[in-house]
């Protein structure tokens, strides 16, 4: 039995996008469309093949949910917040899903999950229309062409910026953007016990606030207290340069996008 899935979600967005200057964009197999109230639909097709026949529509739902969340977090959301710099927020909670499945040409197996996936745009994207869709297959390309092992790190790296940028809580935020850091520095870079130091020398990052490492702000935070550091005194420092923080961690994952790109 093979399946025809016909798939659409909504970005929802909460500020300007140069996407309503252009018909259509595409990430991977995704087609991208501007609505009207700040809304694009976003549409593809999953086709599964060799199906027992025995396989019912709820079965097919979660394994499409599944697909649909799994190349967000890898694919689409990646590669938008590498062109715009600004987070998304992801809610799996709906998804609209077209399902046709035959067998031997004769269809046997038909219906619509109707649910939605919203995903907010917090900030502008800045790309001029010329350039959006060449902007992101030029990411696209680059994505692809990872390791396994280097796409991993670097989509979940992306993750947790995505989760700091969203967060209304500059202290969460400042940690959510310190585990995007410490995935970089650690497991991508390896660079061990003095990796705060070795990333943040090589890549020229702010990584002080105020004579106050952000390795002991973070552990200040999470432990109460440190030798230099009491954790009133982490909160105002992650309150006061949590966006800041942020920013300077987007500019790593770019650079070592690039970088790795170039290398391999």
């Known amino acids: 039995m093979e399946c025809v899935c016909e798939v659409r979600f909504i970005l929802r967005n909460l ?38 026949p025995d396989a019912d529509l709820a079965q097919l739902g ?17 590669i938008l917040v590498l062109v715009s710099s ?29 649910n939605t996936v919203t995903i907010k745009v917090k900030a ?29 790190d670097l989509t979940r790296a992306i993750r947790f910026w995505n989760r700091g940028y969203a967060e209304e809580d500059p202290i969460d935020k400042f940690i959510n953007y310190y585990i995007a850091f410490e995935i970089i520095g650690k497991n991508l870079l390896g660079y061990g016990n003095a990796w705060v130091t070795n990333t943040c020398k090589k890549y020229q990052l702010t990584c002080e606030f105020e004579e106050h490492k ?11 207290k440190t030798k230099n550091l009491t954790k009133e005194e982490a909160e105002k420092l992650a309150i006061k340069y949590a966006e800041t923080f942020g920013h300077e961690i987007l500019k790593l994952i770019k650079t070592i996008f690039s970088t790795t790109i170039a290398t391999t």
């Open 15 to 52: 500020g300007y996008t140069i996407i309503k200057y252009i018909n259509e964009i595409t990430i991977d197999s995704y087609k991208l469309r501007y609505k009207e109230d700040n809304e694009i639909t976003v549409e593809t097709t999953i086709t599964l093949k060799d199906l027992e």
């Open 62 to 78: 979660v394994h499409i949910r599944e697909i649909i969340e799994r190349n967000v977090y890898e694919k689409i959301l990646p």
């Open 86 to 114: 600004t987070g998304f927020h992801f809610d799996p909670n709906s998804i609209v899903i077209k399902i046709v499945c035959k067998d031997k040409g004769k269809v046997i197996l038909s219906g619509v999950l109707s």
């Open 124 to 152: 502008i994207i800045k790309v001029s229309k010329g350039k959006l869709q060449e902007e992101i297959d030029r990411y696209k390309e680059l994505l692809d062409n990872l390791d396994a092992d280097t796409r991993k």
């Open 214 to 224: 952000v390795n002991n702000i973070r552990a200040a935070l999470l432990h109460a």
